[in-house]
């Protein structure tokens, strides 16, 4: 069992910089490959990236790719999402999410994690 909270969300500039964080409680956090999630009013929710448990590889969704970046930090039980050059269509909320699963490094589909945060809204203005 593992729980998780998004924290760094909030109001940022078209073109600027953010970065959300998710800190996992519970069982051992290098043990779990982790993804980040998002979804705008109105949409289905979305994968966006991924990282596996060591950190090593790391997968992101075509449409991010350049923009943003996902890294973890083991010893501090904690995954990031960098966003770079924010875009209005990137605004959405936000969500972590870990899975136990070990036959793959990392996992697009939200069908494939169990454990979920309860989301970082991220709105961007024009």
């Known amino acids: 069992q593992v729980q998780l909270v998004e924290s760094g969300g909030g109001l940022a500039q078209a073109g600027g910089s953010l970065r959300v964080s998710c800190a996992a409680s519970g069982r051992a956090f290098s043990l779990y490959s982790m993804g980040w999630f998002r979804q705008a009013p109105g949409k289905e929710r979305e994968f966006v990236a991924a990282?596996?448990?060591?950190?090593?590889?790391?997968n992101y969704d075509e449409s991010v790719k350049g923009r943003f970046s996902v890294s973890r930090d083991n010893a501090k039980n904690t995954v990031y999402l960098q966003i770079n050059v924010l875009e209005t269509e990137d605004t959405a909320i936000y969500y972590c999410?870990?899975?136990?699963?070990?036959?793959?490094?990392?996992?697009?589909?939200?069908?494939?994690?169990?454990?979920w945060g309860q989301g970082a809204q991220v709105t961007v203005s024009s």
């Open positions: 999410a870990a899975t136990s699963r070990v036959s793959a490094s990392t996992y697009t589909s939200p069908r494939d994690y169990q454990y």
């Open positions: 990282i596996s448990r060591s950190g090593s590889i790391t």
